[in-house]
């Protein structure tokens, strides 16, 4: 049966349901698995690879590129389970595709910010390596987001992402019945003061791991509410889906520029045609 080892070196993976011939070398990571919908539509085509629980998976490609989507869930832990499965199968390239409050005004509700690390605020990572190690995005990664959303003439943003455990307190919200965490009252206004832009639940897991496997990874989320200006609408997620799929294309490509003049780490002086 299917996912029914818990050992982590089994083919087909336990939470995940996949193996090394369901998945391809990037992989798109939205939490919430309706959104693979949204985001496979910006494909030339692609399959359901698996389905259990909050993981939902599908392979496909753009313009040539092979590209998978794994749904993960809310939050950090989940988050984790999926690169640390994905990544058993020979996967080597994530992208967060996600929504995000933003925390400076110059946000607008639908712009994108794309990640170039994180505050791990977020206990998962913590479980991993100590407090200090940086939750930075691959820098090929953060490049080829940039690119692409430039080339689709989006509106976006790069700087630092705060990840949270929680979707309340944890980011500045009044609990139940009006409870208020220690420190939650200044949250926001501390991390506006520290020029961080945005707030979600899942990139600074997924960095971390990342760069402890030696793997490459970054997010790019869409702006759902600005915590400044009070503007809240579910809007711009489309635009996520379609850059980190134009990224992945453009990653293809400089992997393959990488090999042709037989570099390490494509650079700005390597073009992307």
Known sequence: MPGDSEDPNA????????????????????????RLEKIVAHWDDHDMRAHHREYRTATGSYE???????????????????????????????????????????????????TTGAVRQEGTSDEYVREEYPASADYEVVSALIAAAERLGYDYHTGITMSADSFYPGQGRPGFDGFEAAGADT?????????????????????????????????????????????????????????????????????AKKREVGADRWHAGLSLE
């Open 11 to 34: 083919d087909v993976q336990y939470h995940l349901e996949v193996g090394p011939d369901d998945v391809a070398d990037t992989v798109l990571l939205p939490g919430n698995p309706e």
């Open 64 to 114: 040539g590129t092979p590209i998978s989507v794994t749904s993960t869930g809310i939050g950090g832990p989940s988050a984790a389970i999926a690169l640390e499965e994905l990544a058993r199968v020979d996967c080597e390239t994530f992208i967060r595709v996600g929504s995000c409050g933003a925390i400076q005004e110059e946000m607008a509700v639908g712009d994108l910010v794309i």
């Open 187 to 255: 949250l926001v206004d501390d991390l506006k003061e520290a020029n961080v832009a945005n707030i979600e639940m899942e990139a600074s897991a997924i960095l971390t791991l990342a760069n402890i496997y030696g793997l490459r990874a970054g997010a790019v989320c869409s702006v759902y509410a600005n915590r400044e200006t009070g503007e809240f609408r579910t809007e711009g997620e489309s635009r996520a889906a379609e850059t980190a799929t134009l990224a992945t294309h453009l990653l293809a490509k400089m992997d």
